[in-house]
């Protein structure tokens, strides 16, 4: 076969890091036995559940099969980007998975206690609107220390342990920065990083939304249409050719890193 | 220099969350949720992205096409105007699916016949993945539905209406939307105060009867984008023999408009076959065909035309006329009738009928039968029961439910379906493949119309397609005079539907029925047919040496 199915491994570990387990793993499809609350979660069967409550029963949770063949005969969900139960395991984890407080994992013991500096790591997609559209992945972190600022943070980091308790022998240091303020400089950052980008699509919005609004203007100079509908006209030209850029946070949180491992990122 | 908008929502959140720790997540569920949105994220201006979202339907290539240029050139506002058949749906849904991954719909209203209604959320559900809904009698939470199907009549009463105006939809698809063609109706006006940001209109037929269609459908893309309709009509009332200014409008609605061909597109995959069957009357109903003649000195030639062409159809369809006639005439002169319709009484069964049943019975495959007349298509039912062949009705008076009913019952018990014009619009059969015109409309187009029911995107077979006509009645003549040379000239351009919708001072459909109105004798109609026909030949020949 090609190259893995990238969607499988998300949902195996979507799967196995909200405790549902997998019961089922051949090559061309895994089954999942949901936990209840998953399944009151994802399968969309309010009533059952809220029935099951008032019975005072445990329920009993569904499972899934997922392949990434669509070949009918094996049954199961068919894994590829359109899938609906797919978007839906999307939307949950970005739901659970908004905020986080973690400490990098530090194994190896020194004399003195390690100091852990604090970063604010803030995760956004930027949606670039105008006469046509994109989104565009950003990972920020700053040190509320001393404000090193770092792109690129979740590839940097992605592979390394972190847990929601701190570590033996180490302590976490007290934000000197406040999130607000960091945040502030990470919303600066973004606006220069646009400033200096190649923006083509910005001139082409404007240049349409200039031709159609000079269009529009000329009809209603020469009375071929009323105000009523010149206003309305005027508005959805802009919903459709105004450029801009919204900037929407997916997750973000307070990552504690030993100096020792930010070090590494400077080089 | 450019606005971008900041998400202030998420420092509180973080501040709040970071005091309950039972709110934070987990290492992997943090990746998790940074690895989805990954996924969601739309990479790119250009291209389709649904089209990795759907990769358990086929789109053929005139329709990615046609989405490709809604979406990035046409920017959203369209007509639609692919030739019948051609999966006009798809392209819509394809669209919407797009603009859906974009994030620049979310709220959108499809307002399409009330027969179709549920078929265009079976697709959208099954082939598109997206889930809408559709008000019932008094369940309609237009606020809170995201997707929307239903027709105009129910949007536009009095409860709905209100707060369908007040919500500001993102894109609005509008079905079979020829029927808007008329700037003076209640619906038309609906629709044009209808808050939209992305517009898509659905017809096969954009021009039906005068360019002043296509202008409202403009009109209610880019009002004002053809000027004002005393002006526009003026223009080209004056002036529709002048090239310049056809061709100017053309250029114009080029932009906004999109029209694929069946002879573009390749979708020839499955061929039809066309058979003009000539049948005789029996002595008898020749005898009465005759016996009509004699009305022809007191009547317009408008009445005799009808009453020939009825019993060409049926008896039956006939008796009701002349029974109607009856009603309406004074005392002394409703006396006049009866011998008509006691000789009537003594015709037997028709001679297409017989035919009919022959053919069915020989290949013992489904059949779709048209008729123009309810009367007819009563008597078939009956003449079909008569000889066990199993039917069902169709028309497009049906209610929504009885329409889908009737569907199922021909898809999976019976072997005819008996359909009036009515029926023409709006239902898919390619399961069937065998289709009778039992008697032959006046516009040779709105054959195709019903054709078109049956070969479609999706029809695996050759279809088969049966003309009756009697010989040396009206019919005949209608066979001879319009469709045989409408014929030939389509063979020789294709694109012929074009030219009909475009002869000045309405359609063909138009003109023939005031060349029939408006004639005294059958050889004045006879003659302004003919002149009709040689317009459309001359056009014919001047596009073909032009190209």
């Known amino acids: 076969m090609n190259a893995v199915n990238p969607y499988k491994t998300f949902v195996k570990q979507f799967f196995l890091s909200y405790g549902c387990s997998i019961i089922d793993d051949l090559p061309s499809h895994f089954t999942i036995q949901l936990t209840s609350e998953m399944d009151e979660e994802i399968m969309n069967r309010p009533f059952y559940w809220h029935y099951m409550k008032k019975m005072n029963r445990e329920g009993d949770p569904m499972r899934l099969t997922f392949t990434d063949t669509d070949q009918k005969q094996a049954g199961g969900i068919y894994l590829h980007a359109g899938t609906p139960k797919l978007h839906t395991l999307y939307n949950t984890a970005i739901k659970k998975g908004r905020t986080a407080r973690l400490y990098e994992v530090i194994h190896e013991f020194t004399a003195q206690n390690r100091a852990m500096s604090p970063w604010l790591i803030v995760n956004a997609l930027l949606h670039y609107r105008g006469k046509q559209t994109k989104d565009e992945p950003i990972s920020i972190g700053i040190n509320l220390i001393h404000g090193t600022m770092m792109l690129g943070m979740m590839e940097k980091i992605q592979h390394m342990d972190f847990e929601p308790t701190v570590s033996d022998y180490t302590f976490p240091m007290t934000p000197v920065i406040s999130l607000s303020n960091a945040y502030k400089r990470m919303e600066r950052h973004i606006e220069t990083y646009i400033a200096q980008q190649d923006n083509q699509w910005i001139k082409e919005s404007l240049l349409h939304l200039k031709q159609e609004t000079q269009l529009l203007e000329s009809f209603y100079e020469s009375e071929d249409i009323d105000l009523d509908s010149f206003t309305k006209e005027r508005e959805q030209i802009d919903n459709r050719y105004k450029p801009y850029i919204e900037m929407e946070v997916i997750n973000g949180g307070m990552f504690y890193i030993s100096q020792e491992t930010s070090a590494t990122w400077i080089h | ?353 017989k035919r009919m049943t022959e053919l069915i019975e020989k290949t013992g495959e489904k059949f779709i039968v048209f008729t123009e007349y309810r009367a007819t298509q009563f008597y078939l039912q009956w003449y079909l029961q008569q000889n066990g062949i199993t039917s069902v009705p169709f028309s497009g008076k049906f209610n929504k439910s009885k329409r889908d009913w009737m569907k199922q019952l021909f898809k999976t018990k019976a072997q005819v379906m008996v359909a009036t014009e009515a029926g023409g619009e709006g239902i898919n059969l390619q399961f069937c493949h065998h289709m009778i015109n039992y008697d032959l409309p006046w516009n040779p187009m709105r054959l195709e119309q019903r054709i078109g029911r049956i070969h479609r995107f999706g029809q695996e077979h050759d279809v088969k397609i049966y003309n009756f006509a009697i010989k040396d009645t009206i019919e005949d003549h209608i066979m001879k005079m319009l469709y045989e040379k409408i014929e030939m000239f389509k063979n020789a351009v294709g694109d012929l539907d074009h030219i009909l919708e475009q002869i000045p001072g309405g359609s063909f459909d138009h003109q023939i029925q005031s060349i029939l109105k408006q004639s005294d004798s059958q050889g004045e109609v006879d003659i302004k047919l003919q002149n009709l026909v040689s317009y459309v030949e001359h056009t014919v020949n001047e596009r073909r040496e032009s190209s």
């Open chain 2, 1 to 353: 220099m450019i606005e971008i908008h900041p998400d202030q929502s998420f420092i509180p959140t973080l501040s709040e969350n970071l005091n309950h720790p039972d709110k934070l997540a987990p290492w992997s569920g943090f990746k998790l949720a940074y690895q989805a949105a990954k996924f969601k994220t739309v990479p790119k201006f250009d291209g389709l992205l649904a089209l990795d979202h759907l990769p358990h339907v086929d789109f053929m290539e005139h329709q990615v096409e046609a989405a490709e240029t809604v979406v990035h050139q046409m920017n959203g506002r369209a007509i639609l105007a692919d030739e019948v058949g051609l999966g006009k749906t798809l392209e819509a849904g394809l669209i919407l699916k797009e603009y859906m991954i974009r994030g620049r719909a979310k709220k959108v209203l499809i307002l399409t016949p009330a027969s179709l209604v549920n078929q265009w959320i079976q697709e959208l559900n099954e082939k598109f993945y997206i889930q809408a809904a559709s008000p019932r009698k008094k369940q309609a939470s237009w606020e809170d539905w995201d997707v929307t199907v239903t027709s105009i009549d129910m949007a536009k009463r009095e409860n709905h209406k209100e707060s369908i105006l007040d919500i500001e939809y993102d894109l609005i698809i509008i079905d079979e939307a020829h029927k808007l063609k008329n700037h003076q109706t209640k619906n038309y006006q609906f629709v044009q105060s209808l808050k939209k940001t992305y517009c898509l209109l659905l017809t096969a037929t954009p021009i039906q009867n005068k360019l002043s269609d296509l202008f409202n459908l403009v009109s209610i893309l880019k009002p004002g984008y053809l000027g004002n309709l005393t002006d526009f009509k003026k223009k080209y009332r004056e002036n529709s023999q002048e090239k310049d200014n056809i061709q100017h409008i053309h250029s114009l609605v080029g932009h906004l408009m999109i029209r694929n061909r069946r002879k573009d597109t390749g979708l020839d995959s499955s061929k039809r076959k066309v058979v003009n069957e000539r049948l005789s009357f029996t002595e008898e109903e020749m005898e009465m065909y005759k016996k009509l003649e004699s009305l022809k000195a007191g009547h317009p030639s408008f009445t005799w035309l009808t009453l020939a062409k009825e019993l060409c159809s049926s008896r039956e369809a006939c008796y009701m006329s002349l029974n109607q006639l009856k009603k309406n005439a004074s005392e002394e002169n409703a006396v006049v009738y009866d011998e008509y319709i006691e000789a009537i009484g003594q015709v037997p069964h028709h001679i297409k009928a």
